[in-house]
């Protein structure tokens, strides 16, 4: 898609102007319904014109010149409005481009608007939006995944080429698997956050959603590299000599391939999944049964650590610096009445959680023992890729469920993570490929699988993404 976008644009078969022009019909089109966009940018067709003026001029065309994109509501865009999709920071507007914006702009991207997502990045659905749900293109009746839904339908749906979203504990390939889109989440270190509103910040990357493995790629190695505002961010040759890639463990905990199946795992799921190692054993790859024995307590561990870093990072919202802010009778109240009213009520939830197992006669029961489960789970990665090259595992248990069916239970929604928040827990890069859709009540809903690589190989989920992609 970018590489033929680009060349189009090249040899003026399709201008910047135009292709602003289909995108924003698209939109007008189809987003009364599925909500994706909290904002359309006026002025894309700004920037569109000067690229135009460019391509006329006979420069030669940057890696990303011209291409629409859509922003998650947490990724700051200098000038515009940014609010992570919660009440707390209405009015907020960014006064800097987070690092991976900047890089986009550097290289001709053109931002259509921001996306919808859970408040603060806070679910698996978007329905913990203070902007009501984003729908799922494939069938509206269902959710299109989170927290980056927005992003992933926008994309799905034709009305970006491509997005931007972040990922804490599966915030960018859920929502992919759910609408058919490929989604990245690099190795923690290798995207700077700066200027992603923070959620997790030991667990946080930005990453792209798109329709094609190759545009993932582009678009990572134009996002990635070391950043000196964030303390985290690394520079690291990739890929960092790999050879090609020729084994693929299946962890057992998640599939069992003797019996082609787990529990929790949808039937229909499972035969996609077993499809795809048919195929790719087909196209001469080795796949192993591993065991990571310790991710069996890695939601328990990621529901205590992530909690903890969101108490801590969203103690900054008191309305005296960003946002919105209530009035009250003094310093404490006007603090307490914002925070209640500005917060939904997961994000609420999070914050007590977040706070008791950081408190001082729980640090050690909950914080110190969840880190030493997420110790362990890095441990099980390291041993397993010291014998195969990727893990596959089914990207989510079931494919999108509907509107309303898990916002009232909170464990089942946790539980959307099973396959995705490890891999969080590890700093491992992971990525997820459509892979077909199963049929339920009569829609086509789309199934994405999920390759990881040991830390610094996202080149190895490149090329053998492409590979399953070709089917
Ligand atoms: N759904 C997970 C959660 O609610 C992951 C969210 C994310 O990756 N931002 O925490």
């Known amino acids: 898609m970018i590489k033929e976008t680009i060349e189009k644009l090249e040899k003026r078969k399709i201008s910047a102007r135009e292709l602003v022009t289909h995108y924003l019909d698209q939109i007008k089109k ?74 986009l702009r550097d290289e001709g991207a053109i931002f259509l608007g921001r996306t919808n997502m859970d408040e603060f990045a806070m679910g698996s659905s978007t329905e913990n939006s203070a902007y009501g749900p984003t729908k799922n293109p494939a069938d509206p009746t269902r959710v299109p995944g989170g927290s980056s839904g927005g992003s992933a339908a926008a994309v799905a749906a034709d009305m970006a080429v491509a997005a931007l979203g972040s990922d804490t504990g599966g915030s960018i390939r859920q929502p992919a698997a759910f609408c058919g889109a490929v989604g990245l989440k690099p190795t923690y270190s290798t995207v700077s956050r700066s200027g992603l509103i923070a959620m997790a910040s030991s667990l946080d990357q930005i990453g792209p959603i798109t329709k094609t ?54 039937e229909d799921v499972a035969k996609k999944f077993r499809e795809a190692i048919d195929f790719l054993k087909n196209k001469g790859l080795e796949i192993k049964e591993v065991s990571l024995p310790s991710v069996h307590y890695a939601l328990a561990a990621y529901y205590i650590v992530m909690p903890a870093e969101v108490s801590a990072n969203l103690s900054r919202f008191d309305g005296v610096r960003y946002g919105a802010r209530e009035d009250g009778k003094n310093l404490f109240d006007v603090y307490a009445k914002t925070r209640e009213r500005g917060f939904g009520e997961e994000v609420r939830r999070r914050i007590i959680l977040g706070t008791y197992v950081l408190s001082a006669g729980y640090y050690d029961a909950y914080y110190s023992r969840a880190q030493k489960v997420r110790y362990m789970i890095r441990k099980d990665f390291e041993n397993e890729f010291k014998n195969v090259d990727l893990l596959l595992t089914p990207t989510t248990p079931h494919p999108a469920f509907k509107i309303g069916e898990k916002a009232s239970d909170p464990l089942s929604m946790y539980l959307e993570d099973i396959y995705t928040v490890p891999i969080n827990l590890a700093g491992v890069p992971a990525i997820s490929i459509p892979f077909g859709s199963v049929e339920k009540e009569g829609k086509n809903l789309p199934v994405g699988v999920q390759f990881v690589a040991p830390w610094f190989e996202e080149s190895r989920l490149f090329e053998v993404g492409k590979i399953l992609e070709s089917k």
């Open 30 to 103: 189809k987003d009364p319904e599925l909500n994706a966009y909290r904002e359309v940018f006026d002025d894309a067709f700004l920037t569109a014109e000067e690229i135009d003026k460019k391509i006329k001029h006979g420069d030669t065309p940057r890696v990303l010149e011209g291409i629409p994109f859509a922003i998650k509501d947490n990724i700051l865009i200098k000038g515009k409005m940014s609010g992570a999709s919660s009440k707390i920071l209405e009015g907020y507007t960014a006064s800097y481009d987070a690092t991976a914006v900047k890089k």
């Open 213 to 266: 493995v190759e545009d993932a790629e582009i678009i990572f190695n134009v996002i990635k590299g070391k950043d000196e505002l964030d303390a985290t961010s690394l520079e690291v040759e990739l890929p960092r000599g790999s050879s090609t890639s020729k084994t693929i463990g299946v962890p057992r905990e998640y599939f069992s391939l003797a019996e082609g199946g787990k529990e929790g795992l949808d």
